[in-house]
């Protein structure tokens, strides 16, 4: 499986972005990875195929949604009230089994990773 992320850039603090994922083919658990310099990924948000069960990290629940088009292979991240400290590469992530509850913020649940796109916050 493949994975091409879109949409990242420079946004203002306050501001908003929307991040999008491509997979080459379906997978069942999709998710949004971040990873800042000098730190490690980080889990933001995850999604089942069904679309009716999805996880938030607790720095960007109230903030950020996400959504899935099954029949695009798509999974999108809205982010919103964009703070400095969300400033990272973002990576998409997908799986295609469905993850335990427990693990699904683990990074090593995921088999499949997209090449990242970095979204800066400005203060």
């Known amino acids: 499986v493949q994975l091409q992320a879109f949409g990242g850039g420079l946004v203002q603090a306050g501001g908003s972005l929307r991040l999008s994922c491509a997979a080459s083919?379906?997978?069942?658990?999709m998710g949004w990875f971040r990873q800042a310099p000098g730190k490690e990924r980080e889990f933001v948000a995850a999604?089942?195929?069904?679309?009716?069960?999805?996880y938030l990290g607790d720095s960007v629940k109230g903030r950020f949604t996400i959504s899935r088009d099954n029949a695009k292979n798509t999974v999108d991240l809205q982010m919103n009230s964009l703070k400095p400290e969300d400033t990272a590469v973002y990576y998409c992530?997908?799986?295609?089994?469905?993850?335990?509850?427990?693990?699904?913020?683990?990074?090593?649940?995921?088999?499949?990773w997209g090449q990242g796109t970095q979204v800066t916050v400005s203060s």
């Open positions: 992530a997908a799986d295609p089994n469905s993850i335990i509850v427990s693990a699904i913020r683990d990074v090593d649940s995921y088999d499949y």
């Open positions: 999604i089942r195929w069904s679309g009716g069960n999805t």
């Open positions: 083919s379906r997978t069942f658990t």
